[in-house]
C-alpha cells in the first residue's frame, strides 16, 4: 500500500521547507521530498540557498570585506594592522560552517516537527500521487499518495551555448563559491546580481575582475539614480564592467580560458582569463518536475502556471518559489510556502508582491522596494521624490560609511510611499523600514514625524522622507 500524507512537498529549499515546517506546524501529515547532495557527497536541507547560493555567498562576502578593509584604510580609526595574510582554506571553512550550521538546524525543525524526510527526486504523477526516486542505491521508486501536493524544486543556472562549463576553468555560481585559489585574472558573464557579488568577493582577494555584461545600461532593473552611483562606486573598487558586450565564444586551454566578445561598439574583442563564471540569470527547475500524463501546465520558459493563490491548474496541487512567476528570490518563496499552507489548512493567506524587497550584497549595498523612478516617469505617473546621501548622516561618519543615498518615491496626490531605493552601508536592513512602512500605507509624512535614534543609519530614511516635502533637516533643499 503507497504511503499516504496529507501534503507532499517537492523540494527542501526556501519556498519547500518553509512550507513543509508551516504545514507540520498546523497539523498536517508533511513529507518533504529532496535530492540535493553537496560536494562532500552527503545530502542537506536547504537548496540552492542554503548550500551553494544565498549564505555562502554572504559568508564569503563578509569574509573578503574584512580582508580588504584590514589591508588598508583602518589607519583612519587609529588601528595599525601590520602584515595581514590571506588563509583561503581558512574562509571556505569559515563558509562551510556556516552553511552546515543552518542546514542542520533545519534537519532539526524537520525532526521536531514530525516531518518525514525523503531523500531522493519526486515526480508529480497526478493531482493526487507522486513519485518518489530514492537516492540510496538499488533503492526501487515507489508512490506515494497526498491529498495536496507542494511543488518546490528551485532553479538552476542558466547555462549558455558560447561558454560550455567545464566545472573547473568555466563555472557557475557554485563552481565559483569553491575556488580553491584566487584566480589572477577573473571574467564574469553577467554583471547583475550574482555577477557582482561572486566577482567582489574575488576582487577583494587579488582578482582581477572583467564582467561582460549585455545589457547597455548597468542594473537596468534597479532605479537609474542608484545604479549610476553603484557603476562609479564598483569601478572604483577596481571591477572593470563592460557594458553592452555579447560573449561569442568561450575555450579552455589548460589552465587558462579565451573569451571572443563583441563589445559595444560591435567591434571583436578577445580576453584570456584563469577562471571564467557564468552568471546571466537562473531558470526553472521544472525539467522531469512532472510527468507528462499529469498535465501539469507550465509555459514556454518551464515556469509552472498558477493563479494568484498558486494554484496550479491541477486540484489540490500547488508550486511556489523560483518555479513561479514573480522575482527569484528566497523570502518570496518562503512567503508563499507559507501562504499555501495556511491555504490547504483553510487559514486565509496573502503575499503582498507590491512590497518584496530586492538586495544586492555588494559594499556598499543596493536595496529597493516597490517602484522605481523610470518605472513612474513611463506611466507618467505624478510622484516626488526625496534623497538624502549617507555622507550628511554621522553615524555613517563615524562609521567611514559616507558612501551612498536614500531615495524615497511617493504619490503626489497622496503622499503614500511607493518606492524606496538604498545604497549604502547596511542598505539591506535599512530596506525593511521601508518595506513595513509601505505594507501599512504610510506616507512620507508617517515616517518624517517618527523619531529616529541619533545617531544611527537610519537617521538617513528618516531625512530621506523630510526631503520629500523639502525640509529635510542636514542637507540642502
Known amino acids: 500500500m503507497a504511503k499516504q500524507f496529507d501534503v507532499v512537498v517537492i523540494g527542501a529549499g526556501p519556498a519547500g521547507y518553509v512550507a513543509a515546517i508551516r504545514c507540520a506546524q498546523l497539523g498536517l501529515k508533511t513529507a518533504c521530498i529532496d535530492d540535493w547532495v553537496g560536494l562532500d557527497g552527503k545530502t542537506a536541507l536547504g537548496g540552492t540557498c542554503l548550500n ?11 569574509a573578503s570585506e574584512t580582508y580588504h578593509r584590514m589591508q588598508g584604510g583602518m589607519e583612519d580609526f587609529g588601528v ?6 590571506l588563509d583561503l582554506a581558512g574562509m571556505h571553512g569559515h563558509k562551510d560552517r556556516v552553511v552546515k550550521s543552518l542546514t542542520s538546524g533545519i534537519e532539526g525543525l524537520f525532526k521536531s516537527n514530525k516531518i518525514t524526510r ?16 530514492p537516492l540510496k542505491k538499488g ?4 508512490e506515494i499518495e497526498a491529498e495536496h501536493i507542494i511543488l518546490a524544486s528551485g532553479s538552476v543556472p542558466v547555462d549558455i551555448d558560447a561558454a560550455p562549463m567545464n566545472g573547473e576553468t568555466i563555472v557557475d555560481s557554485w563552481g565559483a563559491l569553491e575556488f580553491q585559489e584566487v584566480p589572477k585574472k577573473l571574467g564574469v558573464i553577467g554583471a547583475g546580481v550574482i555577477g557582482l557579488e561572486l566577482g567582489s ?10 564582467l561582460l555584461e549585455a545589457q547597455d545600461r548597468f542594473l537596468s532593473f534597479a532605479d537609474k539614480d542608484i545604479a549610476r552611483h553603484a557603476l562609479k562606486s564598483f569601478e572604483k573598487q577596481g571591477l572593470d564592467i563592460k557594458l553592452g558586450c555579447r560573449v561569442l565564444s568561450a575555450s579552455a586551454s589548460g589552465k587558462s580560458v579565451t573569451v571572443e566578445y563583441q563589445d559595444g561598439d560591435g567591434k571583436k574583442q578577445t580576453l584570456k582569463v584563469d577562471r571564467l563564471i557564468v552568471s546571466v540569470g537562473r531558470r526553472p527547475n521544472t525539467d522531469g518536475l512532472a510527468a507528462e500524463e499529469s498535465g501539469l501546465q507550465t509555459d514556454e520558459k518551464g515556469y509552472v502556471d498558477i493563479d494568484d493563490n498558486c494554484r496550479t491548474n491541477l486540484p489540490g496541487v500547488y508550486a511556489v518559489g523560483d518555479v513561479v512567476r514573480g522575482p527569484m528570490l528566497a523570502h518570496k518563496g518562503s512567503e508563499e510556502g507559507v501562504a499555501v499552507a495556511e491555504t490547504i489548512a483553510g487559514h486565509v493567506a496573502h503575499v503582498n508582491y507590491d512590497v518584496i524587497p530586492s538586495v544586492i550584497y555588494t559594499h556598499p549595498e543596493i536595496a529597493w522596494v516597490g517602484k522605481s523612478e ?28 559616507t558612501e551612498g543615498l536614500v ?21 539591506s536592513e535599512l530596506i525593511a523600514e521601508a518595506v513595513v512602512a509601505m505594507e501599512f500605507g504610510a506616507s512620507s509624512e508617517d515616517l518624517a514625524r517618527i523619531v529616529h535614534a541619533h545617531p544611527t543609519l537610519s537617521e538617513a530614511v528618516h531625512e530621506a522622507a523630510l526631503a520629500v516635502d523639502k525640509r529635510a533637516i542636514h542637507k540642502k533643499n
Not at 52 to 62: D, Q, R, T, V, Y
Not at 374 to 401: C, E, I, N
Request: hydrophobic share 45%; aromatic share 6%.
Open 52 to 62: 551553494a547560493g544565498c549564505i555562502p555567498s554572504k559568508a564569503l562576502l563578509e
Open 80 to 85: 595599525i594592522t601590520g602584515e595581514v595574510k
Open 118 to 133: 525523503l531523500e531522493g527526486r519526486g515526480k508529480l504523477l497526478s493531482n493526487s500521487k507522486v513519485e518518489f526516486a
Open 139 to 142: 533503492a526501487k521508486a515507489e
Open 201 to 210: 568577493v574575488w576582487r577583494r582577494l587579488g582578482s582581477e575582475v572583467v
Open 374 to 401: 523610470d518605472a513612474l516617469k513611463s506611466a507618467d505617473a505624478d510622484y516626488r521624490v526625496g534623497t538624502f546621501p549617507y555622507a550628511a548622516a554621522g553615524r555613517a561618519r563615524a562609521m567611514g560609511q
Open 407 to 427: 531615495k524615497i518615491l511617493t504619490d503626489a496626490p497622496t503622499d503614500r510611499i511607493i518606492g524606496v531605493h538604498i545604497f549604502g552601508h547596511a542598505a
